[in-house]
């Protein structure tokens, strides 16, 4: 039987990223699961799993992965450090023709590799098979958390990346002994909410419904979750339907004001289509009925449903301030007047050993199957953004982003590589 060898990338992108596409235990059990299967690790010094961690199970380590035919990374690979005609996993971060980004996939093409590109691997419904959004929701929200009890010299917990693991952040939620009775929003129905509202949970925070969320006063700290039917309508019609508002965005009207009026922290976690409306305006926050003062922008789309995220911040400074009145932006916690947003936009990066066991877990039960059993599903065909120096034809899109001098693919040609 000839052994498929699969190469663990060490993460090469700047600023560093922590995170691994396989840990140490995970690695095992491929090698147990898949006989067939070689399996080496690149060195590092910087990963949250360290290199004698896999070498004490036995993990070859090789810093030489030219003769792997698979590799596996998290963010993107720098160009320098491609290796051609292999097959890799990663975010490219290309499908949405990233500026940033385009000479990565220009060097793909060049270099003859099959690129499979983690967000675009969905199942039979179009959902997302593999994504660190839970983690992304977890962190967020406790950075949510931690910028409000500082905002108002509350509280101050120790940061994310800081702990040394989930249950070290969970540590910290004891410290929060005098939250006021305040109401949070949080936006969304994916993973990226899931993971904010396991945080609140935890916490003991009591939920509400969006009905008692607006109406009721409570006694003590209170929390929500809105999705898009909660905050958005169509003029034109009288029942809410999801399919419609997901393929007519630009139809819809925010109606968010009234949770505006009544909400302390926000925390964003919905996905937003650029075609819809923004949550609420400039003119919105000058309002003296709008309450919300700390926002947790964790969608972190910039100059997106959040008007006032005007920029990403870094997991070494979390926050800015937003004056409304002058729409400038100020330094963090300068004012109680201001909006204070945390917009970090690389969250999992900070709880690095949890998002990547997840993670790992995603690629052994939703990718590994497929590179074994011949792709009968077309998972990983359907995944793959290019293959033999072409785009495969569900990216042909991004023809004029690859091959800015060149004319349209042949379509044909196309569909017979991917």
Known sequence: MKKLKIGVLREGKVPVDKRVPLTPKKCLEVLQTYPQV??????????????????????????????????????????????????YFFFSHTIKKQAHNQKLLQAVLAKNITLVDYETITNAKGEREVAFGRWAGIVGAYNGLLTYGRKWNLFHLKPAHQCQDMEDMLEEFFKVKNLPNIKIAV??????????????????????????????????????????????VRPDVEVWDSQDFYQNPHLYQSTFHKFSRVTDLLMACAYWNPAAPVLFTREDMQRPDFRINTIADITCDVNGSIPCTKRVTTIAEPAFDYNPWTDELEEAYSSEKNITIMAVDNLPCELPRNASRDFSRQIIDKILPHLFNGDKDGVLKNATIAKGGQLCEKYSYLHDYAFPAQNKPNHHKLENLC
């Open 38 to 87: 070689q399996l080496v690790v690149q060195p590092s010094p910087i990963r949250c799993f360290s290199d004698e961690e896999y070498a004490d199970l036995g993990i070859p380590l090789k810093e030489d992965l030219s003769g792997c035919d698979v590799l596996f990374g998290v963010k993107e690979v720098p160009v320098d450090q491609l290796i051609p005609n292999k097959t």
């Open 187 to 232: 936006t969304g129905g994916g993973r990226v909410t899931q993971g904010a509202l396991e945080v609140l949970t935890r916490m003991g925070l009591k939920e509400v419904t969006p009905f008692d969320y607006l109406y009721k006063e409570f006694s003590e700290p209170v929390f929500t979750q809105l999705r898009s039917s909660h905050y958005h």
